[in-house]
């Protein structure tokens, strides 16, 4: 009998809000966190709108903002979705075995500061003296220690008292997507009883900027903010940088049970998959992704018409909404067509290695509302994405078991279901999945 | 071995390792590295590179033999490596060939999990666009980024330095399309990459994985933050011996990869593998709401029992302890105290070995390379000799005593620590039917 991995509290920091009640509202409005972009300024760059988390300090969780002012954005939000989880699953009033309890984050790499950066590329070049002791000098040694891709799960284990396991991951837009389900496989082989897991990301500085917009992977459509992200619309053409973060607690059955928590839903699937055939490209069939989707269903012992919604990755760039939509029809065959898929990036714009546990998120209100979040700006169908998107609308769905699907640069890909909590579960037996 | 096996998960697959792979400071194949690590340091010879580099130029000769097609493969990929991906993937192709799982195999049935460091932006990448950026006076100007400094980097620059990029290009050159992920959790990386992949096996997500970490110090970036972690010496500018104790046991900045190949035990027998040890247990703790020297000491010695216990061993089965040994003084005390505490009066009389003194910090790598060449302690029977710049407080290292229990060939506890409270350990022995 394969033990059981229950949510018991969920927090989020997003564009479109800063708590999970102010963000189902905003998803179920259709409500767009992109405007013009203001972390820093980009009035002369290429691209110039984001999706920012605006109102946002660590104060509203009850920490002392200067105590985090030399921490990048992705660490504050962190803290944030971190503690709200913390706080919904009442964990300060569990007794929990601290070696018992975990951190599982998938946080993206936080850049150096650019300005002291160049300033020490450009010096050293013109001074000719070695750049390593010369950014000693200048680099604020406070923050560079918090420029490292764990600090967020370091600090969480800490304020939270977490003795068991740390990890990050960093598998580019996956990264929290399998934070989320190895914390799972922590759980079910007994390696801890309650993971707080998730991921937490900023690419909203020059150098996210920069590298996306070498990339060519951006929507360049200044003047339009609102209608920038355009999943699966014939006229998509880029991605908008967000930011933000969704963490879980996650919890095995009996001991939520024991302690009396809320059980806000079940993972009872994860599935991982690599394309195997290029870094900057999918698969032109996108055989990673179906794999992982297949893979996730087989996890959780469910066939393709028991899925009542996909949360897709659905960045608004040409090739991924093809090719994603290619995928979901193998991997669901022509079930791929009654089940309602939909991309909240159209609201939230993309937040890189956090994007999946925030998609999660998503998932797990709608099991609470029964209401499916829309796909925002689908305004003229691509013949080469002909799937039921839910076009800027929210639907009423009976919600039972959601799956989310996210791919990354590298070919690497990984879906979750979440599943409303059943007793009798079919996810309690495990049959090996045949090619 | 004297033991019974207990292993936690004695119901389910047994994690067998079929393949080594290494690039480091010490050389690029497992014959030159144990050759190395069993030699005084002053008969090494290291030709023309400086303290810490590994022996490879990043050439497609530096990579193993291999079959013409990957060869290719990979040539064409160099460009958009950097410097450890090179290492990682070089490392992960040595040991797949090692291991020869890929005469026949599944691509979807085999997965990949490495270990390694932050993003590496390298102040090279960004020279000719700070240059485009300078004004009359040849001072940098911020606004001119936007329009003159960012054509001026790389297409593919942001991709070439994600840390997740071995994994990737380990799944392409190798078409391994099963599970696929990069431990970013610094010197406890490789660890949680071996229990993970531990886990992926178990749970039939997977036959077997390719499990490996890459790390540097050296470049720039890194360096700093290895500076300002304490982690690295600030005043070693040789590897000679003296210099080890100048900086009191504080290694020298290095880089390097290592890698091994874990699959199903039954598996590997049934197709006439060569086994060069066993997985029997792993975990990881952390003490980080705990200030003081002593929190990586203590998360330690919590690892070390529950991976003692999952292995179903004790610590008197135990033939060696491959200790971390790095980082200040005061961490290698708290670690000495943690293997005080696990080992009792026993703890005494064990073998712990370190190769700080020789491969120096490779920051995520480092756990790799350690794992290898305590591998390669099993393979030959023996330990490798001390060095001057390896220290731990009051225990032995790397000098034969008799003890009862297990011999040095039979088991080792793999430690790695990150001094502000995290700690890990791998329980690995030699596989009896």
């Known amino acids: ?435 | 071995m004297t033991f019974v096996l207990r292993n936690h998960y004695e119901q389910e697959r047994r994690i067998a390792i079929t393949g080594l792979g290494i690039v480091s400071p010490l050389g690029r194949t497992t014959g030159r590295f144990w050759e190395c690590l069993t030699s005084p340091p002053a008969t090494v010879e290291t030709a023309e590179r400086s303290p810490g580099t590994a022996d490879f130029e990043g050439r497609i000769e530096d990579f193993d033999e291999l079959p013409p097609a990957i060869k290719k493969t990979i040539r064409k990929s160099l460009k958009l490596m950097n410097r450890e991906t090179q290492l990682g993937v070089a490392a992960g192709q040595q040991a797949l060939l090692n291991s020869r799982i890929l005469e026949n195999y599944e691509p979807d049935r085999m997965g990949i999990c490495f270990g390694a460091g932050n993003v590496s932006v390298m102040p090279e990448d960004f020279q000719s666009a700070v240059e485009a950026c300078l004004d009359e006076e040849g001072d940098f100007e911020l606004d001119r980024w936007g329009p003159n400094g960012i054509s001026e980097i790389a297409p593919l620059w942001l991709l070439k330095c994600l840390p997740n990029m071995p994994t990737c290009h380990l799944a392409i050159i190798n078409d391994l399309r099963g599970p696929n992920n990069t431990i970013t959790q610094r010197d406890v990386s490789f660890a949680l990459a071996i229990a993970e992949a531990c886990r992926t096996i178990r749970s039939e997500d997977a036959d077997a994985m390719l499990v490996g970490a890459t790390g540097t110090t050296l470049n720039s970036i890194n360096l700093v933050h290895a500076r300002l972690e304490n982690e690295v010496s600030d005043h070693f500018d040789s590897a000679d011996s003296e210099s080890h104790d100048e900086c009191n046991g504080m290694p020298f900045p290095s880089e390097g990869a290592g890698a091994i190949v874990l699959e199903d035990l039954h598996a590997a027998r049934q197709r006439g593998a060569t086994i060069y040890g066993e997985v029997l247990g792993a975990a990881s703790a952390s003490c980080l709401g705990h200030d003081g020297a002593s929190a990586g000491g203590h998360a330690l010695a919590g690892a070390m029992r529950q991976a003692l216990r999952r292995a179903g061993l004790l610590p008197s089965d135990i033939g060696h302890i491959h200790a971390h040994a790095r980082g200040s003084a005061i961490t290698r005390a708290a670690e000495s105290q943690a293997i005080n505490d696990v080992f009792g009066s026993t703890g005494l009389s064990k073998h712990v070995v370190t190769t700080n003194g020789r491969l120096g910090n490779a920051g995520p790598g480092t756990g790799a390379m350690e794992m290898v060449a305590s591998l390669l302690v099993l393979e030959h029977g023996c330990v490798f000799p001390s060095d001057a710049g390896d220290h731990l407080d009051g225990h032995r290292l790397n000098r034969s005593v008799n003890h009862g229990g297990g011999a040095v060939w039979d088991s080792f506890l793999s430690l790695s620590m990150v001094g502000r409270g995290l700690g890990s350990c791998i329980a690995v022995g030699t596989s009896d039917e």
């Open chain 1, 1 to 435: 009998m394969k033990r059981r991995a229950v949510v018991t509290g969920i927090g989020c920091v997003t564009p479109i809000g800063t708590n999970t009640r102010e963000f189902a509202d905003s998803l179920y409005a259709g409500r767009i966190g992109v405007g013009r972009l203001t972390v820093f300024d980009a009035e002369h760059y290429p691209v110039q709108i984001a999706a920012e988390v605006r109102n946002w300090d660590v104060s509203q969780v009850g920490l002392n903002p200067a105590q985090w002012q030399n921490c990048p954005r992705q660490t504050s939000f962190a803290m944030g979705a971190g503690l709200q989880a913390a706080h919904q699953a009442s964990l300060a009033d569990a007794r929990i075995d601290p070696s018992r309890f975990g951190v599982y984050l998938g946080c993206g790499e936080p850049f150096e500061d650019f300005t002291a950066f160049t300033r020490a590329v450009h010096d050293t070049q013109r001074s000719q003296q070695p750049f390593v002791e010369h950014a000693l000098r200048i680099f604020d040694p406070d923050a560079e220690r918090e420029y490292e891709p764990d600090m967020p799960a370091m600090h969480l284990a800490r304020l939270l008292h977490a003795g068991g396991p740390v990890a990050n991951c960093v598998s580019a837009c996956v990264s929290s997507t399998q934070a989320i389900g190895e914390a799972c496989r922590m759980i079910q082989f007994d390696e801890a009883d309650v993971m707080l897991c998730g991921g937490a990301h900023s690419t909203i500085n020059p150098f996210g900027v920069t590298g996306f917009q070498r990339l060519s992977a951006l929507s360049t459509r200044n003047d339009d903010p609102q209608g920038a992200v355009r999943p699966f619309d014939a006229d998509r053409d880029g991605f908008v940088i967000g930011e933000g973060a969704a963490l879980f607690v996650v919890e095995e059955l009996e001991h939520a049970r024991r302690r009396g928590a809320e059980i806000l839903g079940e993972i009872t699937g994860y599935g991982s998959g690599q394309d195997a055939y290029r870094v900057t490209d999918t698969h032109p069939e996108g055989r990673g992704a179906v794999k992982a989707m297949q893979r996730a269903l087989q996890d959780a012992n469910l066939v393709p018409d028991q899925i009542n919604y996909i949360n897709a990755h659905g960045t608004g760039t040409p090739l991924n909404d093809r090719v994603e939509t290619l995928a979901i029809k193998q991997a669901f065959g022509q079930q791929a067509y009654h089940i309602p898929v939909s991309s909240t990036k159209s609201m939230l714009g993309h937040a890189t290695t956090a994007c999946g546990a925030i998609e999660l998120a998503v998932c797990l209100l709608s099991l609470q509302s029964g209401v499916i979040p829309p796909t925002m700006n689908h305004d003229s169908p691509d013949p080469d994405c002909d799937l039921d998107y839910v076009p800027k609308q929210p639907r009423e769905v009976a919600c039972r078991h959601l799956l989310t699907n996210n791919v990354a640069f590298g070919g690497q890909n990984a879906a979750l279901i979440v599943s409303r909590f059943d007793e009798s579960s079919p996810a309690t037996v495990r049959v090996r999945w045949a090619a």
